[in-house]
């Protein structure tokens, strides 16, 4: 087991920092604003958004959504090690972290790829233009965060003397923004119409 000296800087400084809360609640609110958009065209054109969403996968976005889930999970275990001073674990969570953005993002390219084979794509009608475009927004803030995750864990395994908590504990609010804004895309894209 790898020990490691976990810095703090303040007990009123937010996990991440300022500027990453900041980044968080601007993206809900993107999204969010997007979502309602959504919902209000969707009672404009019921019939053409009800049609358009039977064309999509529920068993392919639950599966995502437990990728998801389950690699939030791994990423508070990562956090919670470090803090222990146990790199080790620590870094297999976050590769475990990692895995299931990886398979949340394979799964939604075999998804993307069957759309595109049957015509559904951006400008078939307003309920795809809304899937494609928040979808491939998520998709770009998941590689954002896998980045991200790749950067902290070539980090841990570089600088076992020290490491910053806060670095760490930024990766992990990002990711878990990556996760809930999943968890209020695919109730009302795949379920509410």
Do not use: Q
Not at 27 to 44: D, N, P, Q, R
């Amino acid at each position: 087991m790898n020990k490691t000296v976990v810095d703090y800087k303040n007990f009123y400084y937010p996990p991440g920092g300022i500027l990453m809360w900041i980044i968080i609640f601007l993206e809900l609110i993107t999204f969010g604003a997007a979502l309602v958009a959504m919902v209000y065209y969707g009672k404009l054109e019921a019939d053409v958004f009800h049609a358009s969403r039977l064309h999509l996968n529920t068993t392919i976005g639950t599966i995502n959504t437990i990728f998801l889930i389950t690699s939030g999970f791994f990423m508070a275990n990562s956090v919670s090690f470090l803090k222990e001073g146990n790199i080790t674990k620590a870094s297999l969570f976050l590769k475990l972290t990692m895995l299931g953005g990886l398979l949340f993002l394979g799964l939604k390219g075999f998804e993307y790829y069957e759309k595109i084979e049957a015509g559904l794509t951006i400008g078939n009608n307003t309920f795809f233009t809304f899937y494609w475009m928040l979808t491939l927004f998520h998709v770009i803030h998941v590689l954002v965060g896998l980045v991200i995750l790749a950067s902290v864990y070539m980090g841990l395994k570089k600088n076992k003397l020290k490491i910053i908590i806060e670095d760490v504990e930024a990766s992990a609010a990002f990711w878990h923004m990556c996760d809930l804004i999943w968890l209020l895309l695919f109730p009302i894209i795949y379920l509410l119409f």
